[in-house]
Structures are given as structure tokens and as C-alpha cells.
């Protein structure tokens, strides 16, 4: 199975029910996915609103308008892949959206798709029933000018290992962003504090990038200065020393996805946004990966303080620690004002 990982009318009372038990297919294997609609789930807090949807499954979806969360339960065989069907209004930054299962947080996602795409949590779930909980902490609204928003339309465990079509567009990349404050911004992003995206904007991630599209081909960006490259090293650097202190193997560098790193902290540093690249798999491909992770940041702040602040959120850690991968590529831009944008690409070759 190919992995990608990137970890705002009226409040509608929402009675859950039964699960379906759904076969799916792939490349020869068999797997079993429990769904659950969103229109099915319990509003907890906030503005949340059940609306038809002609692209969504069944017809209907959940619009979350503010701050806030909705539950569910589903009763689900062993499973390995949890699911969300999700899209965001993009505003001043993507939506984020906190998933916890039986209570525990497994990821941060930032919802950059426009679109609706599937972003994918490993994990392992025993047999029995489990209570999904989706949020939206990061709501942004400005009157006349834009608002922020997160749309849910189902959570799917999925159990077996599929091997032929990959989970599409989904990333469970951690987006943060540095903010050279110690503040932990919803919206992804980190901040040299903790944050898995801080207001500097790491979800998953899974991501179809709102305003900024990249391509799977990076861009000729230049050699990085020696500054540059010192800062790169450092950080490249650290992750191993935190690596080795969790008994993991250290990464090598891939040129392929350093050269993608650096190009999309150039890419964002230009546009002035912290967002997740929605071509993740393409790059997987190009780089001859069989799994993909994503970290990014910004803020006023050295490669300690970068590092620090995606080891100090749950999600971009899980990603500097996964055993899994094997290969590392890390990228900077700098402004003008010297704020610097930093992308981590994480592979299993």
C-alpha cells in the first residue's frame, strides 16, 4: 500500500446511525471499509449544517461554519487505514481538522483540497465499536472578504492492506508552520513553539493545495546560499539526532526530495502562504518512493527553533520518528524580510 501522509448556520442536532459494512476490491486483495456519512454524525459544538451536496456520498455533507466538532460512533473489524472525506474553504490559510478515535488524537490534517479528497490516518484498531471525533479549531471569517471553512462528508475505516489504488490524494501531513511566537495557530502552521501548524502554518496534511498548485516537476530554484545550506544540514541533522534517540535508524538524503523540499519553501515564500503541495504522490512517484510525508513551517526563527517546533507537535513528530522511512529531503526559502519557509519530505524507498 502506497502512504501519504501530510498528520465555521445554525447547530443541526444529528442522530447517528447504523454503519454500512462495505466490500471493496484491489489488486487481488480483498479489504473490508465501515463508512459513516457525516450528515450522520453528532454535532458536539459550533455552527455545523447538513446540506445537499451533488459530489458528496450520498448526496449530503457537513458544513462546519465555526470553531467546533461533531461525533460518531462505528462499529468496525480490525483495521489499519482510518479515512476522511473532507474539502475546505479556503481562507487566509486551510481549514484544519483534529481526528481523535476513542479519545485519542491521531492526527492534525490541513485541508488545502477545494475538492473533495480522501486523507488517510494509519493506525490499528481492534474489532469492536469506536467513537470518531472530527474538529475544526481554526475558523476564519472577515465580513465582505472571506471565510473559512471545513466540510466533512464521511469517515471510513478500512481494514486489510490494499495494494492497488492508493487512498487518493491523501495526506496525512502535519502542516506546520512556524510562528516565532510560542503560539499553536489551528490554522497549519508552526510556531516556534509547538504547534502542528502554527500561525506561521503540520495535518496530515493529504492535501490539494487551494490557491497555490504545484507542479510534480520542481522548478529550477537555484543553489541554495551557503547559509542556506548550513541551515538545511542542521535540520537534517537534528532529525537524526532525535531519531537516534528513539533507537531509529538516521535518514539519508534524497536528492530528489530535497530538490521538491526546495522548491515548494520557494514556492510558498513567493505567494506568501503556508500550504501543503496537492501533488504528494506525484512526487512519491518521481522520487521512486513507496510512502510519502510532509512537514512544513515559517516564521523568524534558526533550524533549532524550526525543529523544535515540529518536535513539539504530536503530528510533525510522528513523521521525524516513523521507522518506516528511510530517506529525507529538506528545502528553505527566505524572504525579504527574513522570514523563512521550511519543507521536510519524508520517504521509505
Known amino acids: 500500500m502506497t502512504l501519504i501522509r501530510h498528520r465555521s448556520l445554525l447547530a443541526v442536532p444529528l442522530v447517528l446511525a447504523a454503519a454500512a459494512v462495505l466490500p471493496v476490491s484491489s489488486a487481488g486483495a480483498a479489504t473490508t471499509s ?41 462499529t468496525t473489524p480490525q483495521a489499519q487505514v482510518l479515512v476522511l472525506r473532507v474539502r475546505g474553504d479556503q481562507f487566509q490559510g486551510a ?8 479519545g485519542r488524537q491521531v492526527s492534525t490534517l490541513s485541508v488545502s483540497a477545494t475538492r473533495w479528497a480522501d486523507f488517510a490516518i494509519r493506525g490499528s484498531w ?23 471553512n471545513l466540510r466533512l462528508d464521511r469517515v471510513t475505516f ?8 492508493p487512498i487518493p490524494s491523501s495526506t496525512v501531513t502535519p502542516s506546520s508552520t512556524v510562528t516565532p511566537s510560542s503560539t499553536v495557530t489551528p490554522s497549519s502552521t508552526v510556531t516556534p513553539s509547538s504547534t502542528a501548524t502554527p500561525s506561521t502554518t503540520s495535518t496530515p496534511s493529504t492535501t490539494a493545495t487551494p490557491s497555490t498548485s504545484a507542479t510534480a516537476s520542481p522548478s529550477t530554484t537555484g543553489t541554495p546560499t551557503s547559509a542556506d545550506a548550513a541551515y538545511v544540514a542542521r535540520i537534517v541533522e537534528l532529525v537524526n539526532l532525535e531519531r537516534a534517540k528513539a533507537g531509529l535508524r538516521a535518514l539519508a538524503v534524497s536528492p ?14 513567493a505567494s506568501g502562504q503556508l500550504v501543503h503541495r496537492s501533488d504528494l504522490g506525484a512526487v512519491m512517484r518521481d522520487c521512486g518512493a513507496r510512502a510519502i510525508g510532509e512537514n512544513i513551517a515559517y516564521g523568524n526563527v534558526t533550524a533549532d527553533e ?40 519524508f520517504l521509505t524507498l
Do not use: F, K
Not at 475544526?136 to 471569517?141: F, G, I, Q, S, T
Not at 530528489?256 to 515564500?269: F, K, L, V
Not at 524572504?335 to 521536510?344: D, E, H, K, P
Open 34 to 74: 465501515v463508512s459513516l456519512e457525516a450528515e450522520r454524525m453528532t454535532v458536539l459544538s459550533g455552527r455545523v449544517v447538513s446540506y445537499g451536496d451533488a459530489a458528496a456520498s450520498g448526496g449530503r455533507a457537513l458544513a462546519m461554519l465555526s470553531n467546533g466538532a461533531v461525533t460518531g460512533t462505528v
Open 95 to 102: 481549514p484544519q481538522a483534529v481526528v481523535r478515535v476513542d
Open 126 to 148: 481492534a474489532p469492536g465499536r469506536h467513537s470518531v471525533q472530527v474538529s475544526y479549531p481554526n475558523d476564519r471569517w472577515v465580513s465582505g472578504v472571506g471565510d473559512r
Open 158 to 165: 478500512v481494514s486489510g492492506t490494499p495494494t492497488s489504488t
Open 306 to 345: 524550526m525543529m523544535a517546533m515540529w518536535m513539539g507537535s504530536t503530528g510533525h513528530r510522528e513523521n521525524i520518528l516513523n521507522p518506516s522511512y528511510t530517506h529525507i529531503g529538506v528545502g528553505i526559502s527566505r524572504t525579504s524580510t527574513g522570514r523563512v519557509y521550511g519543507t521536510q519530505n
Open 256 to 269: 530528489c526530495a530535497e530538490r521538491y523540499a526546495r522548491e515548494w519553501s520557494a514556492s510558498m515564500a
